[in-house]
């Protein structure tokens, strides 16, 4: 008995369903003109670049360091009693000086440095497309996000008729009968 109960139940919901749907109709709508809607949209890209930057070489300090002992060791050669002190200091400053100038500057390295800005680039897009189409001979215009091609689907709903009102032949109130 539950099982004749279940069936009767699931068909009267069958019922139902089926009867509160509106009949639709799936027609075909034959596509005049399709025109695109541009827009132009703002692209942030990354641009980077290469530059080659020389910078100078830096020097060991080993012309300076030997010319200083050097120039320490002619200066105290030199200098007698206590003049000898004074020629040593001025023979280690000239010596680092002399020293320095003979190591001449240090070798110029070249690196590759990469620049990188964010700028913004402007692309035209397709944004959507005003298509005009024909259906029961007369034009629709509608906006589509794609190009429907020759045809367009269309989905047609039936509408009811206005209802004519009931009083259907009888003169509004206030009107004089005509012969």
């Known amino acids: 008995m539950t099982s004749v109960n279940t069936s009767r139940l699931v068909a ?15 027609e075909i709508g034959k596509v005049i003109s399709s025109t695109p ?7 942030p890209r990354q641009v980077c670049s290469n530059e080659q930057v020389v910078t100078p070489g830096q020097k060991s300090g080993a012309g300076a ?3 200083a002992i050097a120039g320490g060791a ?3 050669s030199m200098g007698q009693g206590s003049g000898r ?24 390295e070249v690196r590759n ?11 035209n897009r397709t944004m959507a497309y005003n298509v005009v ?3 029961a001979g007369k034009q629709y215009t509608v906006q589509m996000p ?6 367009v689907r269309l989905q047609v709903t039936p509408v009811a008729p206005p209802p004519v009102p009931m009083s259907a032949g009888v003169p509004p109130p206030g009107s004089a009968p005509r012969y």
């Open 133 to 135: 189409y024909e259906f």
């Open 74 to 76: 002619v200066g105290n």
């Open 85 to 108: 002190a004074a020629a040593t200091m001025l023979g280690i400053f000239g010596g680092a000086i002399l020293g320095d100038k003979i190591e001449g500057p240090g070798q110029a």
């Open 12 to 26: 009267i919901a069958a019922f139902v369903t089926l009867s509160s749907l509106q009949a639709q109709a799936d």
């Open 113 to 123: 440095v990469q620049n990188c800005t964010q700028q913004m680039f402007y692309e």
């Open 65 to 67: 360091a030997m010319g």
């Open 146 to 151: 794609t190009d429907p091609g020759p045809t």
């Open 37 to 43: 809607i541009i827009q132009q949209v703002a692209v």
